[in-house]
């Protein structure tokens, strides 16, 4: 059973908030709302955007400073009506439509990617912020990283001596990987917390950030390691797994001539995988049925829970 897109009809009022034209019957994306069409005779995007205003409007506001520095992002585009907009307990926002290529697994676009993620990390603190990361706490961590809920849903899909790992994982999540990741000075900055091939369109000036929605105020080494497990998830072009030795090599070398990492971060970085494949991991096994149904979809979730730490070097 696949997951159908969602029907443009739903969301009428959203469409003539911003006077959109040429809207497809359904969602571009099959897993949220995202539809393209025409705004005053221009190509866009509309999609829905951070789950509070404030939230909406602190990505507007930053996405525009990384324009203004240099880091090919969509910013809202500027209308005579509010973008983004809250309608129906939910925000919207439009977003120029980016004409360019998807990723099709080049060494050249790995490098480009690798090194558009370091330019956004090595911009620090600015004035505008997005919405600060928060540790999740014990008793979060314990239900979002449930590993009786893993085994349920994952045992008739992976091997047993994969799945031993991966509930040993999530088993010393709260009381080994969590801990040791909250109590020490990582830096934070403004980072996109989604940074993957699906969001970026690559023009002939190079990748342009293209959904930056799920961006927070978060350490810039787990945005990182985000990155390493998951840029290839949910891209029909993209090799159906997370990155081998030969294409990591190339996007961390990118990424390091862009941004030193500090001392903390580097010692750190095993346990910042760990988080992920814990967090982000837990949620990708166990979250949709249909994410297992889809060919290639299943065959990165069996390559993503034999992914390890020590797969994803920091050398350049």
């Known amino acids: 059973m696949s997951v159908v897109p969602e029907p443009a009809a739903d969301y009428a009022e959203v469409f003539a908030h911003f006077g959109a034209e040429q809207v497809p ?3 571009v994306y099959r897993w949220s709302p995202v539809f393209s ?3 005053g005779g221009r190509p866009a995007v509309i999609k829905r955007a951070r789950r509070t205003p404030e939230g909406a409007a602190a990505v507007a506001a930053v996405t525009r400073a990384w324009l203004a520095d240099g880091v090919p992002v969509v910013t809202p585009l500027e209308l005579n009506v509010a973008n ?3 309608l129906d307990e939910k925000n ?3 977003y120029p439509f980016i004409t360019g290529n998807g990723y099709a697994g080049l060494s050249s676009e790995l490098e480009a990617a690798g090194s558009l993620l370091g330019r956004i990390h090595a911009l620090g603190a600015g004035e505008a912020r997005l919405p600060a990361f928060c540790w999740p706490d014990d008793e979060q961590a314990q239900e979002e990283t449930d590993a009786e809920l893993l085994r349920k849903v994952v045992t008739r899909h992976v091997p047993q001596n994969i799945l031993d ?8 999540f709260v009381t080994e990987v969590l801990p040791a990741l909250r109590h020490r000075q990582l830096p934070s900055t403004n980072v996109c917390m989604d940074y993957k ?3 970026l369109i690559y023009t002939p000036a190079g990748p342009v950030l293209i959904d930056p929605d799920n961006g927070d105020f978060a350490p810039r080494i787990l945005d990182l390691a985000q990155a390493a497990l998951l840029f290839h998830t949910d ?3 993209a090799p159906p797994r997370p990155f081998d030795p030969a294409e990591w090599t190339t996007f961390i070398g990118a990424y390091l001539r862009e941004v030193e990492l500090t001392e903390d971060e580097l010692q750190c970085w095993p346990l910042a995988v760990e988080y992920m494949l814990a967090m982000e991991g837990h949620w990708a096994f166990t979250g949709e049925p249909e994410e297992w149904r889809d060919p290639r979809q299943r065959s990165f979730l069996l390559a993503l829970a034999r992914a390890r730490a020590e797969d994803f070097p920091l050398a350049g």
């Open 165 to 172: 790992r991966l509930v040993t994982v999530m088993s010393s």
């Open 92 to 94: 919207w926002v439009a």
């Open 84 to 86: 983004p907009v809250r």
């Open 25 to 27: 019957e359904h969602s």
């Open 235 to 237: 891209h029909e072009l």
């Open 197 to 199: 091939a699906t969001n």
């Open 37 to 39: 069409c025409l705004i």
